[in-house]
């Protein structure tokens, strides 16, 4: 099963778990960032990241070229609370 496959299936478990007005509210959520244009300026799939180094919850450094040598690596952005 490919990635998006398995978000795919996530996400409707989810919904189908979640109180009904919490999914209108995400929903209405995402069409509002959709709708403000801010999409045209993000991240897309394929863009190239600059180099940069991050910490990990113990204190150990990680370059992004580092673990790309080793292979595929996946970026994840953290909004905060919501």
């Known amino acids: 099963m490919e990635l998006q496959q398995k978000l795919n299936a ?3 478990g989810f919904e ?3 109180p009904k007005e919490a999914v209108e509210i995400m929903h209405r959520a995402t ?3 959709r709708d403000s244009g ?3 300026q993000t991240v897309k799939v394929g863009d ?3 180099d940069f180094s991050l910490r990990n ?3 150990q450094e990680f370059r992004l070229q580092e673990l790309l040598a080793e292979g595929f690596v996946v970026l994840s952005f953290y ?3 919501w």
């Open 79 to 81: 909004r905060g609370k």
């Open 31 to 33: 069409d509002d960032l």
């Open 10 to 12: 996530l996400k409707k």
């Open 57 to 59: 919850a113990n204190g």
């Open 16 to 18: 189908g778990q979640a």
């Open 48 to 50: 190239q990241a600059p």
């Open 38 to 40: 801010i999409l045209e």
